[in-house]
Each structure stands twice: as C-alpha cells, then as structure tokens.
C-alpha cells in the first residue's frame, strides 16, 4: 500500500506539462543565469528589491575579491529592482574616496543611502534583500559593517527596520557578523551570517562560497528545480568547511542561517542534506523552514505568483506537521495525508500562469 502511495506520488510530481525548466536541460549550461531566456515568468510575481554593497576593500586584493563575488550573485533574479553601493571604486571618483553617491535627494554616503532605501520599502506583497560583501568589525558591543565612509552598525539596521513588515533577506558575508542577527531577527526574516560570534574577525571566505553556491546547479541539494536559501546557506557552509579541512587549518569561521526570530541561529551541521539531524539542546525551533520556502530564481526558472507562493508556503508547512505526526499516525493514513499534500503541490506549479 505504501509503495503504491509513494510511486503515485511521483508519478504525480512528474507529469508532463510542468512549466519548470531544469537547469541542466537548458544546453547543458553550467550557470543558472546563462542561456535560458526561453524560461517563463509568472504575469503577478511578487516583485523583489535587492540592495547589494560592496563594503571597503582595505587592499586591493580583497577588492577584487568583493568584486568577483558581486559579479555572481548580479548574475541571478534578473527580474528584480536593484541598489547596487560599490566601495570598491576606480580609486578616483569622488565614490571612490569618500564613499558619497549621488541621488535625488542629493549627495549621500552609502551608509545614508542603505537607510534611505530601507526606509522607502513598501510594504507587503514582495521581498526585500540586503546583501553585504565585504568586511566587518565587533568591538565591545558595537558591530559594523565596513563601508567606503562611514560604517553602518546592527543599532542602525534594527532601528531603520523597526516596524517594517513583509519578507526580509539579509546576507552578511563578512567576519564579526553574528551580532546582526540578533539586533534585526524577527517574523518572516531570514538572516545569514557568515560567523557565529562577533570574535569571528579573520577575513570570511563565506562570501567566495555563497556567490558560488548562487550559480551551481549542485546547491539544488532535492533536484527540484528550484534554489532556496536554505541550500545555498548549506552549500556554501559544506564549502567553507572543506576548504579549511583541505588546508589542514582550523576553521575560524562558522555560518549561521535565522527565520525563526529568536535571533540564536543554527549551523549548517544541523541538517544532512535538507533533513535536520540536530536540533538545540534546548529544544528551542530550529531555522530553516521559512529559508526553504524563500527560492532564488535565475533566468532559467520559474518565478511563481505571489498567490501561487502564499499557496506553496501554506502546503510545505503543511508537509513539515504531517512529517513529524508520523509516528503518532497510522502508517497507510500518514501516506495517504503525504500524497494528498505532494499532489497539490504539484498542481500548483503545473497550473501556474505564464506570460506568453
């Protein structure tokens, strides 16, 4: 019987007609962003802001790093309204000296103009992503981001987020960067930060990994044709730990992904593949559901509807009770529940409009 279930199941998932495109379909690209502009785009998809900075480079070095990793991730989620802050510089601009930035609101530094978009968000429906590349600072309880003038603290983020709503993305790749989490955690936020403590004050090399991690189709860790945050967080942490264990060096920085709020994070050894193996010793939630949901969309996929989306979210959090119910449900039952929820799950994605 549950064999039965469980092949109808994928049967299901797999019926012709699915408008999402695999990604290594589309002329055997290795990028997710290259060749596909034959993938459709749902007509009411939520729209989606990203901010993207480049933090100070210090040396030369790291500002080609800083640069190499924002050419990746500017490569993905074509569709969306970008802010990009470069701290980098060509060395004679007036940016590049000073960090100001012209607007219509006149000159700013970036760290005004990250609090100005901040504070222009819209609410609800959408997304809202702030991606920092760069370099970070913790002393006493101050934590700064490093911009090309002045710096901008976790006080100044959570006060400039204070009671906006909707979905919020936040990625720190920078060392000294937990605190943030902290200060800026709450409902229907998912924060990466590519230390545990502001101690953490070596150079990160979580950026490198995570911009990566943004364009290989191998952080499609379930091969659903999709990419959460959730698997890049997990691919790029896997990385991160590998390049140290390869080097024989002791790690001296170690990711946290947050969505639940209570500001704690949890590492990527946590899960195994996308299934949590641990959890707080304190049995208190576990970060990563809310990540899951949260998809990165290259041009090769789909990009459902915003009604699509709160559908989606409503069944996968639905899938997750069922899951843990298992062992109180009878066996042929909790089967029959699984096929029900993997069944409209799929007729969303199937029915999903597209533009023509």
């Known amino acids: 019987m549950c064999s039965r279930v469980l092949l109808v199941t994928i049967l299901t998932l797999l019926v012709p007609g699915t408008v999402l495109v695999p990604r290594t379909v589309l002329g055997q690209e290795d990028k ?39 050419s990746r991730v500017r490569s993905i989620m074509s569709g969306a309204a970008w802010l ?62 490093n911009l090309l003038g002045p710096d901008l603290s976790s006080a100044d983020l959570a006060a400039a987020l204070r009671g906006k709503t909707g979905r919020w993305v936040f990625v720190f790749c920078n060392s000294s960067s937990a605190p943030f989490m902290a200060s800026i955690a709450g409902p229907n936020r998912v924060i990466v930060t590519a ?30 044709h999709e990419l959460s945050i959730l698997e890049v967080f997990l691919t790029a942490s896997n990385g991160v730990l590998k390049y140290y264990e390869d080097r024989g060096l002791l790690a001296t920085e170690q990711a946290l992904l947050e969505d639940t709020g209570d500001g704690r994070g949890t590492p990527a050894v946590f899960y195994r593949g996308l299934r ?44 997750e009770r069922l899951r843990s119910q298992k062992g109180d449900m009878d066996l042929d039952q909790y089967y029959r529940e699984l096929e029900r929820v993997f069944v409209q799950l799929a007729r969303i994605k199937t029915d999903e409009p597209v533009k023509p």
């Not at 785009?41 to 030369?60: H, M, N, Q, T, Y």
């Not at 978009?117 to 992503?129: D, L, R, V």
């Not at 208190?284 to 699509?308: F, H, P, Q």
Request: net charge negative; hydrophobic share 35%.
């Open 276 to 319: 949590a193996v641990k959890g707080p010793v304190d049995k208190a939630s576990l970060d990563g559901n809310l990540a899951k949901r949260v998809t990165i969309d290259g041009e090769s996929m789909v990009r459902l509807s915003e009604d699509s989306m709160a559908k989606r979210e409503t069944l996968e959090e639905e899938l």
């Open 32 to 70: 997710l962003s290259v060749g596909a502009k034959e993938a459709s785009v749902a007509k009411d998809a939520a729209p989606r802001r990203i901010c993207l900075v480049v933090g100070a480079a210090g040396e030369p070095e790291y500002g080609e790093e800083f640069r190499k990793w924002a």
């Open 84 to 145: 990009v802050l470069d701290g980098v510089g060509d060395g004679d601009s007036i940016q590049a000296k000073s960090g100001i930035v012209a607007g219509d609101a006149g000159e700013q530094s970036h760290r005004e103009r990250i609090l100005r978009w901040i504070g222009e968000t819209p609410e609800q429906p959408g997304e809202n992503w702030l991606i920092f590349l760069g370099h970070g600072t913790h002393e006493g309880k101050v934590t700064q981001l």
């Open 195 to 224: 230390t545990k403590s502001g101690a953490e004050q070596n150079f990160s090399r979580f950026g490198d990994y995570f911009t990566q991690a943004l364009t290989d189709p191998m952080s499609d860790l379930d091969h659903d």
